[in-house]
């Protein structure tokens, strides 16, 4: 059973937050319960049915300078000189998707705030979904006509609740923090067509000059933005490990590339 709650008065059908009795998907070391702080009047349904307070790691909760800040920094220098490379390699990704697919169906997993859809091609129709309200809401204000449906959703979410099926599925920056990556590729794979596209993005932790960087200089600018970078990729991927990850679970076509001056890895990968 899905138990659908919705956000606040104001929330449309297509903006509520879904809650799985299964814990597939998404499952972050965060999960931890001493890891989490409530957020004051959000509510979600556990799998007793009881309502519970709607939690946030410690690391990214409201009212206080967190890793959100760092959405609003990407496009902006140094951080452009990171995430830019990134951003080129899924625009020519979402092409792939509309030569094939012209109103092709597309689930975005970790929004941010979609700064890419201002180079997105016409035609695509793009689902969203996010654990954190504040990026779901950020990307409602744009409103992009491209966007059918935004969701927050929990983190133990199985996204097959959603009962469809998507042309392309992408997430960027998203993989490294899930501790049980496997399951997350086998779930992203049930919800692909077959022949069904998939990209993401990952930190290169393959070669050594993510780990200092992480270490000194992104480590005090976290700080001085009131978080830590400490714990916060689970989940390390070189480039043969992301490329072996994603074949082991079923994923054909995979190609993997070292972008981002070798910071970052995308992959595309059909299910």
Known sequence: MIVVVPLDNTTTHSEQRLASPSCRLIDRVVEKPSCWASVPGRLFVDRTGAERPWRYPRSVSLGAPDYFVNLERNRRFPWSLYHEPIEDDLEAFLRAVAAERPSGKVLVIGCGL????????????????????????AVRAQRHSAIASLLVVTPDTDLAALGRKFDAVYAKEVIEHIVRWRSYLDSLRSILHSGGRLWLSTPNYGEPWLPVLETTA???IARRSGYTRRGLHPSRFSGRGLDRALRETGFVDVRVRVVARRLALTAWGRA
């Open 114 to 137: 979609m700064q890419e859809m201002d180079r997105a091609p016409a035609g695509l129709e793009f689902m969203v979904v996010d654990i954190d309200p504040r990026a779901i809401d």
């Open 218 to 220: 992104l480590e005090l």
